[in-house]
């Protein structure tokens, strides 16, 4: 398997820098949160991407995905969700990822499940057809209304294309009762990729060094080596939302340390 991090825990920092801390401490990639506030983000002009594209090549580094934010099973219309997936589509072709991470986002208050189900497959069979057309995959990841691995299937089930999978968050399936191999039997056909991470408990969730919290992270990646599943795992530390969390770039040679001894021990 190989071994990213997420610019999530490295919130605003200049791609080269980005690029530096990966090939530093041993990542093979990184996965880019695509957000305005950001400096990898769709509304960069074509010079732009060409350049970032280069970057990544004359480092060494791969670029594993792009982390966007449409809701695809919001309430509302489809055309405004469509739209933010397309731009998120044209930025990875262009930047040669080949992934993009959306979430569910249902409002459980309003919508009933089988609604928001439904208005979420409807989205992602036409995203997966812009998708196969960009040369990208579009990950539904395990996470808020659907943060279960049998949540999530019960959307691409219905889409079944090939173009559209899903992304295994280990801190939403393990918030959501579901055990490693269930989440794995229920997306192994669709798995893009993995994100870990680690937290004290269901109650406190800021991030913690890996190996340091309450997560199955050795399951999770027994179960992975045991199928012969030969993926991405990413780390995303989820520093932007807790400000009081210790710095990333600290943390990474042990983090990569703390994960390959797990997937030597499940070798």
Same mark, same amino acid.
């Given at each position: 398997m190989k071994l990213a991090f997420s610019t999530l825990g490295v919130p605003g920092l200049p791609l080269p820098d980005v690029l530096r801390l990966a090939a530093e401490h041993g990542y093979h990639g990184v996965e880019l949160r695509a957000h305005r506030e950001e400096p990898v983000h769709p509304a960069l002009s074509p010079s732009e991407r060409a350049d970032i594209?280069?970057?990544?090549?004359?480092?060494?580094?791969? &670029?594993l995905g #792009?982390?966007?934010? @449409? !809701?695809?099973?919001?309430?509302g219309d489809d055309e405004p969700v469509l739209?933010?997936? !397309?731009?998120? &589509?044209? &930025?990875?072709?262009? #930047?040669g990822a080949p992934f993009v991470r959306v979430l569910p986002g249902a409002d459980v208050a309003a919508q009933p499940p089988e609604e928001a189900d439904a208005t979420a497959a409807r989205r992602l069979g036409v995203a997966a057809e812009l998708?196969?057309?960009?040369g990208v995959r579009i990950l539904l990841e395990t996470h808020d209304s659907h943060r279960t691995g049998a949540?999530?299937?019960?959307? #691409? +089930? @219905?889409? +079944?294309? !090939?173009?559209a999978g899903a992304l295994w968050d280990v801190m939403h399936t393990w918030l959501g009762g579901e055990q490693p191999s269930e989440t794995y039997a229920a997306l192994a056909p669709h798995l893009g990729y993995?994100?870990?991470?680690?937290i004290a408990s269901a109650e406190d969730t800021a991030p913690l060094p890996l190996g340091a919290g309450v997560l199955p992270l050795a399951e999770c990646v027994e179960v992975l080596s045991r199928h012969g599943w030969d993926g991405w795992l990413c780390w995303e530390y989820e520093k932007r939302?807790?400000?009081?969390? /210790? /710095? #990333? @770039?600290g943390l &990474?040679?042990?983090g990569r340390d703390r994960l390959a001894r797990l997937l030597n021990d499940s070798a």
């Open positions: 594209a280069a970057e990544f090549k004359a480092s060494g580094v791969e &670029l #792009l982390a966007g934010y @449409p !809701r695809v099973a919001a309430p739209t933010e997936i !397309r731009a998120l &589509l044209d &930025l990875a072709r262009d #930047l998708a196969a057309d960009a949540d999530v299937i019960r959307v #691409l +089930g @219905p889409v +079944g294309h !090939r173009s993995v994100q870990v991470k680690d939302w807790y400000e009081t969390a /210790p /710095p #990333l @770039p &990474l040679s042990a």
